[in-house]
């Protein structure tokens, strides 16, 4: 049976491109939500303008432009709210496990060594969740490019199970179930069917 690799091949080109643009051209992002927030802040201000001049106040006109440029604003804000958001509640949970980890290190009756290993990576937890709320951009930009980074492998990954696949394909046959060369033979006294 033969199995199509096309959504794999499709995954994996998504994958990919979206893995460049995280880890390599982050300005592309950013460009195309400053694109999309002016799109709206440009169509809600038309709605605002003849709101205005209308002789009746222009009721939901007014309140749905108002609104609109509000969201606009917040849409070509949107990634640097995500990173200051991530990092500082990536930091915030960091410090937490890191604290978690000295606990536990500190409550261990285990060997001095596992005692070491866990009071460590405490530390460095904390130093890292630490770095990620005072550093809260600089983090972000570390954590883009390790998820653009991953996304690309995931892509990579993706390409050779296409490949597989199409190895797969070149020996099977185009049916679903390969009944050529085989015939059953008439049971003349139905024993088969009962």
């Given at each position: ?13 998504a994958?990919i491109?979206t893995?460049?643009i ?14 999309l927030?002016?799109?709206i ?6 709605m605002i303008v003849?709101a ?6 222009g ?9 609109g440029?509000i969201?606009?604003v ?5 990634p ?6 991530l ?12 604290a978690?980890?000295i606990?536990?290190?500190l ?5 001095s060594?596992k005692r070491?290993?866990g ?14 709320m ?7 930009t570390?954590a883009?490019?390790?998820?653009g980074v991953?996304?690309i492998v995931?892509g990579a ?5 296409a ?5 797969h394909?070149?020996?099977?046959s ?6 050529d060369?085989?015939t059953?033979d008439?049971?003349?006294d139905?024993?088969?069917?009962q």
């Open positions: 049976m033969k199995i199509s690799n096309a959504g794999y091949i499709a995954k994996a080109i994958l491109m893995g460049l995280l880890a390599f051209f982050p300005k592309v992002l950013t460009w195309i939500f400053v694109a927030g002016m799109i802040i440009v169509s809600c201000s038309l003849p205005l001049f209308s002789g009746e106040g009721g939901s006109f007014l309140s749905g432009g108002v609104t440029v969201i606009g917040i849409v070509i804000l949107a640097k709210i995500i990173a200051l958001g990092a500082v509640f990536g930091g915030i949970g960091f410090i937490i496990w890191g978690v980890q606990g536990k290190a409550k261990s009756e285990k060997g060594d070491l290993f009071m460590i990576l405490g530390i460095v937890l904390a130093a890292v969740g630490a770095f990620m005072f550093n809260p951009f600089s983090a972000a570390v883009r490019i390790i998820i991953t996304l995931l990954y993706n390409i050779y199970i490949h597989a696949i199409n190895e394909n070149k020996g099977a185009g049916n679903i179930i390969d009944i060369g085989y059953v008439d049971d003349p139905r024993k088969y069917l």
